[in-house]
RNA sequence: CGGGGCGUAGCGCAGUCCGGCUAGCGCACCUGCUUUGGGAGCAGGGGGUCGGAGGUUCAAAUCCUCUCGCCCCGACCA
């Protein structure tokens, strides 16, 4: 291809909106550009980069069995509706009504029409397993679109389905999408990690995500090196610090005056206590009435781990922590609140604690479980770095990450909702037991650049830049260079390797810099000073190591893909 | 949805507090000459409903009201 037949509208300026690095050098270098909040437009070399993304996709999914095909974005109502997701969803999702007054909405997700089809075409064990796969837009009404294209409300997604007759089948069917996505991932050029995950809404009982390590990422994902243990934060368990035993034996029950002093902070500056020496005591207000939530005072509350325990909650304000505990905000504790339900962090079973003593401008030292009060014991805390590992006790790490994909064991949820179910072989009827997989191509674009790029630009992996080799003839004036640069381009594309000319009638140095911003891993500079010794440069984009060639090597030189 | 920031030429910005010549600078773009291995120099030139609407005023990019858009933090994220 050459360069000016193809729109690559690089600049030199970042555009003040982008943050996130790759959305920085996305856009500078020429890749995308946005149509409004979270809707991008992807230019050639964009569009080539997802391409090549896709096809590793299509290679890798068609290896293990699974079929590609192709979903409405567009969708009636009805299915979401028998699966309960039209109502739970909000504004999440996009809707709209049809010219005959049907309610319809944009795919965010195909759980129910792929689970549809399952159910229309779907009759005997003997048609299992099956899976199902495409690679199409979703779309999503997202509260926030952000960091370029990692959050945008219109997406590609590579999504597929699993169908099995057994639990063991989906066991086998999820695990060879967990193989699979392996290889797409190595492939891609990325570092990531598998982490245990929350089903979320999504229903079933196992998940795990693909997260590559990022600073631009939303999630938190926590890791133990010695083990292996990995799991995202929002489910991760971690057996915080232990406390140093208080010098003097256990502390005995008893009131402390502590005029004025609220919070864990104000009252351990007062007592001369650090944080982990104190309950924390907080007030949540869930649907089925207030839950009193207990944490070690260095720790932080989860609230998604109390959310799978309690459903959605908020905090309580001052007036109702007043009324429902009989104690203003600052002094309570957990003791003697029979009629309130109370969720205490496991770590709190040992140790005696301050806590709050239920009446104003008083703590109350030596405060310990069971002996002065009872609780609901789970985890609720977010796990920190240095926290032990829940497996074998090593200090965690913590670490920001982007998903990049996701793996999940529906079960029957969406099966038995649209009656899609089969005959066994004793000829009864049983749902099928599902699986869904998701990739988002982007994503897996934009955390390559995150994780390979130097202050001059991308550097791609070779296996999904948009170019393999960038022919860059330099003093473009010179017929002999320009001649022998495309005498170059023109073997390299004979012999199948994908290349760039760089054939603007431009500076040297302005094209050398172009060159590094795209990230085309493999640059060929023809220049007259070298030319005149009948040779040609190699460059290496990532190592920047360059060596010299005749124009006849170059093919060899460049291994072709695969 | 809560909090914050920003909308002035294609991009990056100044000017806005404290109203007042024809709204400016850098990059990009066009023409000419010179230059040509890491974002060239000189000379000339084109390009603006100052996000939009209403208001105050002799006079509004600037003050007031409303509104739209974009970004960031949080909530949310099937």
């Keep these: 291809m050459r360069f000016t037949k193809m729109l690559i509208p690089t600049v030199r300026e970042t555009p003040s909106e982008a943050t996130a690095e790759s959305h920085k050098l996305m856009l500078r270098a020429g890749y995308v550009r946005q149509l409004a909040a979270g809707l991008y437009i992807y230019l050639p070399l964009g569009w080539r980069v997802l391409s090549r993304i896709n096809r590793i996709l299509r290679e890798e999914m068609d290896a293990i069995g699974a079929q590609e095909v192709s979903m409405p974005v567009l969708q009636p109502a009805e299915v979401w509706q028998q699966t309960g997701r039209w109502f739970d969803i909000k504004e999440e999702m996009f809707r709209l009504k049809d010219r005959g007054g049907r309610d319809m909405c944009l795919g965010m997700t195909h759980e129910e029409t792929m689970t549809w089809l399952a159910s229309r075409e779907i009759r005997s064990y003997r048609q299992l397993p099956q899976v199902w796969y495409q690679i199409q837009t979703k779309l999503r009404d ?112 008893s009131d402390v005056h502590t005029p004025e002093k609220r919070t864990v902070e104000e009252v351990g500056r007062f007592l001369k206590e650090p944080a982990e020496r104190f309950i924390k005591s ?47 905000a600052g002094f309570i504790g957990p003791m003697g609140h029979d009629g309130v339900k109370i969720v205490a962090d496991p770590v709190l079973k040992t140790g005696s604690y301050i806590t709050g003593a239920n009446r104003p401008h008083y ?127 023109g073997e390299l594309v004979r012999n199948g390797i994908e290349a760039l000319i760089d054939d603007r009638d431009l500076r040297a140095g302005v094209k050398l810099k172009d060159a590094d911003l795209i990230g085309i891993p493999k640059q060929i500079i023809v220049g007259q000073r070298n030319l005149r010794e009948g040779l040609v440069e190699l460059k290496d984009r990532r190592t920047r190591e360059s060596r010299l060639i005749r124009p006849g090597e170059t093919q060899d030189a460049l291994k072709p893909r695969e």
């Design 363 to 489: 703590h109350k030292r030596g405060v310990r479980a069971d002996a002065h009060f009872r609780a609901d014991w789970h985890d609720i805390h977010v796990a920190a770095k240095g926290d032990g590992c829940p497996r074998c006790g090593s200090a965690l790490a913590v670490e920001k990450a982007i998903e990049i994909g996701n793996i999940f064991q529906l079960g029957t949820k969406y099966s038995a909702a649209l009656n899609a179910v089969f005959l066994n072989e004793s000829g009864n009827e049983e749902p099928l037991i599902m699986g869904s997989y998701g990739i988002g191509p982007a994503r897996i674009a934009a955390a390559v650049i995150e994780q390979s790029h130097d202050k001059d630009g991308i550097i791609w992996p070779e296996a999904i830049a948009p170019f393999d080799v960038e022919v860059i003839p330099l003093a473009g004036d010179d017929p002999e260079v320009e001649n022998a640069a495309r005498v170059i381009y």
């Design 282 to 328: 907080i007030l949540l207000i869930a649907a089925e009435g207030p839950v009193l939530a207990l944490l070690r005072g260095d720790l932080q509350l989860h609230e998604k781990k109390l959310q799978r325990l309690i459903g959605p909650f908020r905090a309580a304000g001052k007036p109702e922590v007043a009324d429902i505990l009989g104690v203003e």
């Design 142 to 253: 997202e509260a926030r679109p952000k960091s370029g294209i990692l959050r945008t409300r219109e997406f590609l997604m590579k999504d597929s389905y699993s169908f099995d007759a057994s639990a063991e089948g989906l066991e086998k069917s999820y695990k060879l999408h967990e193989d699979a996505y392996h290889r797409i991932f190595a492939r891609c050029g990325l570092k990531f990690r598998q982490v245990e995950s929350d089903t979320g809404m999504m229903g079933g009982a196992v998940a795990h995500e693909f997260m590559a390590p990022s600073p631009s990422g939303e999630d938190d994902i926590v890791f133990c090196a010695a083990c292996g243990y990995q799991a995202n934060s929002e489910i991760a368990d971690s057996a915080p610090r232990a406390l140093k035993p208080k010098p003097g034996g256990e502390e005995p029950y």
